[in-house]
């Protein structure tokens, strides 16, 4: 469970990362998974698994990520009750096809 800064409301893990999944999402990537980290009460971390393509803006995409993670948590959460230091992980998986021996 998830401490928020309004008393008797808590969420899951799981919650939290089925209301980021649709927010990352929204930003282009696909989503493989979102994991949230939770110790005592604080989120500790969020991981977030994608998958792209050579020649997606990887950098550019995290960075973007990142900043909406830490936007969602925050407002869900209140801003007193997220660490300053909450890790943001993101991995890609590269999404290629080898068709050739499909003929």
């Not at 998958?51 to 801003?79: F, H, K, N």
């Not at 993101?90 to 068709?99: H, I, N």
């Amino acid at each position: 469970m998830v401490r928020t800064d309004d008393d008797g409301i808590v969420l899951t893990d799981r919650a939290l990362a089925g209301m980021l999944a649709p927010e990352i999402g929204a930003l282009g990537p696909g989503v493989r998974s979102v994991r949230v980290g939770v110790d005592d009460g604080t989120v500790t971390g969020v991981d977030v698994d994608l998958a792209g393509r050579y020649g997606d803006r990887l950098l550019e995409v995290s960075d973007e990520i990142r900043d909406v993670v830490r936007t969602v948590v925050v407002r869900l959460l209140g801003d007193d009750v997220v660490p300053e230091g909450m890790s943001i992980d993101v991995s890609w998986v590269d999404v290629t096809a080898d068709l050739s021996g499909l003929r």
